[in-house]
């Protein structure tokens, strides 16, 4: 039996313009993944991704994201992120700010760093933006496999 090995990216999505947009999301974030990858490897770069490629966690107000990938497919997924300049014709940045080989590995660097922006940030949030990322970073240590 072969056991597949993934690796787990914390992932910064910066936007050009510094608003807060609550209607990205997790699934609008892999499909930006998946067409970026189609764009620079190919058919063959976007086939091989089909079945490890995940979004794991993903919060518009921290701007942080878990993406989950094959061991293999490492620099093509990161190479990816880092040529991406637009979501949702939306000036962004994709950062990568660790890789780790287990999900644990990735949500300590992912609640240090939310903690931080969320420090930060709590004047250019809103009451209700506040709470809603308060709430998506209390969901950040249950997240399991």
Known sequence: MVRLKNRYLLVEVAWRDGKVDDSFGDTALLQAI????????GDFGAGTNLASLAVRYYSPYTE???????TAELERIMTSLALTTELK???????????AGTLAGVKRAALEHSCG???AGTSRLGRQHL?????LHRQLPALEL
């Open 34 to 41: 998946r067409e970026g990858v189609a764009v620079n490897f």
């Open 131 to 135: 709470a809603s990322a308060e709430a």
């Open 89 to 99: 014709q939306r000036g962004a940045q994709l950062r990568v700010l660790q890789v």
């Open 64 to 70: 942080t994201a878990i993406v989950r990938c094959a």
């Open 117 to 119: 922006r969320l420090a």
